[in-house]
Structures are given as structure tokens and as C-alpha cells.
């Protein structure tokens, strides 16, 4: 099947491969740019109070390898993460970031498989009992078009009413992709002649909207790797919309079923 990858380009060229072997025809599009973290000596800061942190929550394999970042004179992973602090993320693609960045099997934390949907709801049933009040967590994330850090506060409520202290730190910046005339053309041509969109986030929904304003996407097809992706796809006008894991395994398998 003819897919377009829409994750930042260095996580896409890993899935281009991985289904690619699996005999799809993967034509890459990114709809966000990773950039430097907005404020290093914030960045700085939360690395150098990581270890007295009850856990740090990395919300995409970004974050992991931003807050990581072989920067002069930065320690290792367990280093950094002392003796106590726990690695939670959403998924396995965040996971095995940290474990590539040297963070111990032990110390991380995230939603079994059998827990069908990969997110903030998922993790926090898992690591719910670890956070006492006084606690302090530090949830890694990217930045806005601001500089700021942002993303869904579901979890951040959460541990606040458990009595936590809840910090967050940029360690990327999210930025509108630079397309070219042939990836535009491209596109425009996906949006019509069978290839099926995979969306793994909502906000590069905007990017595309704002790439292709008043395009017609209603002959598109997509697979999101969550159902508020899905459903913001609908919104947008994408024809058939189909929800799965975001996994190689799981993105293959729907692929399939929509053949």
C-alpha cells in the first residue's frame, strides 16, 4: 500500500525502513521540524535537579533525545537520573529512546500492550502508586511556536491532585516543516490518488492545513495513532479514518484490513 509518513524526519526514516520491508511504498512528508530547545539554561537547570525528582515524564522520543543531548560536560542517563527517579513515557517508540540514550530497563515506566491506547491515561494507571504527596515530577516536553512548553495538561492535573510538584521543561522545539515545491505537489497528489496518510499527532493536522489551505480531502484515507488524532483527521475532512497502535506491527495490520 502507498503511505505517507508525516513524522519529523529522522523518526521517519526508521519507519520508512521498517514498512518499506513489509512491502509498503513510503513517500516521507513531514509535517513538524524538531529544533533546539528554546531555553538551554532552563534545560540545564532541569537536568542538573533530575535526580531529586520523583520521576521525569518524556512525552515523545524528541523529548528523551533533546533532554539527553550529548552537550559538553553532561552525564550519562543514569547519572542524571540518580538513584530514585523514574522514566515514565506513552509509548514504545519513547522507550526505546531512553533505553538508546543508556536509561536502565528498570527505570522505565509505560502502558502494558494490552492496554490498547498509548497515553497519558494509560501511564498514569500504571505509575499512579509511585507518586506521593510532596513529590516532585518533571514532565519533558516540546516547545510552542512561543518557546513555551505544551501539550495536553491531563497528566499534570492529575499528579497536582495527588499532591505532587509538578515542573515541565522544553527540550525541543516544535517548528512548521520547510516544504519544497515537489513535496507540496506531492501532497497535493496524496490527497487524492490512494495513499494513506499516517497522523501521529493533531497538531500536524494544523501544519497540513496551513501547508494546503482549502485543499479537499475528502477522497484521503489516514491511520492516527490515537483516536483525538482520528477524530481531529474527520474535522479536517479526511474520507476514512482508521484508529491503531502506534507501532510498526499495529500500523501494518491496518494498513492491511484496509486494503
Known amino acids: 500500500m502507498r503511505l505517507v509518513l508525516t513524522r519529523p524526519e529522522r523518526e521517519a526514516r526508521v519507519w520508512a525502513q521498517a514498512l518499506a520491508g513489509l512491502g509498503h511504498e513510503v513517500l516521507g512528508l513531514p509535517l513538524i521540524a524538531v529544533g533546539p530547545a528554546p531555553d538551554p539554561a532552563a534545560l540545564d537547570r532541569s537536568r542538573a535537579q533530575a535526580a531529586t525528582c520523583r520521576a521525569l515524564m518524556f512525552v515523545s522520543a524528541n523529548a528523551v533525545r533533546g533532554f539527553f543531548a550529548a552537550l559538553p560536560g553532561t552525564p550519562g542517563a543514569a547519572t542524571l537520573l540518580g538513584e530514585q527517579a523514574r522514566a515514565w513515557v506513552t509509548g514504545p517508540g519513547s522507550a526505546a529512546a531512553l533505553r538508546e540514550v543508556g536509561v536502565p530497563e528498570g527505570r522505565i515506566d509505560l502502558p502494558p500492550p494490552a492496554a490498547g491506547q498509548f497515553d497519558s491515561e494509560a501511564l498514569w ?34 499528579l497536582q491532585a495527588a499532591g505532587a510538584l509538578v515542573e515541565e521543561v522544553a527540550a525541543y522545539a516544535r517548528q512548521a516543516p520547510d516544504w519544497t515545491p515537489a513535496q507540496r505537489a506531492h501532497a497535493q497528489g ?7 496518510w499516517l497522523l501521529s499527532s493533531s497538531e500536524s493536522l494544523g501544519q497540513l492545513a496551513r501547508l494546503l489551505p482549502g485543499q479537499d480531502w475528502s477522497a484521503a484515507s489516514a491511520v492516527a495513532t490515537h483516536e483525538r488524532i482520528a477524530q481531529a483527521a474527520r474535522e479536517q475532512g479526511f474520507g476514512r479514518v482508521a484508529v491503531c497502535a502506534p507501532s510498526v506491527e499495529a500500523v501494518d ?5 484496509m486494503q
Open 190 to 196: 496524496a490527497a487524492h490518488d490512494g495513499h494513506v
Open 253 to 257: 495490520a491496518c494498513l492491511q484490513s
Open 125 to 158: 494507571a500504571v505509575v499512579h502508586a509511585q507518586v506521593l504527596p510532596g513529590d516532585r515530577v518533571l514532565i519533558v516536553r516540546g516547545a510552542d511556536g512561543e518557546g513555551q512548553p505544551s501539550g495536553r495538561p491531563w497528566l499534570a492535573d492529575q
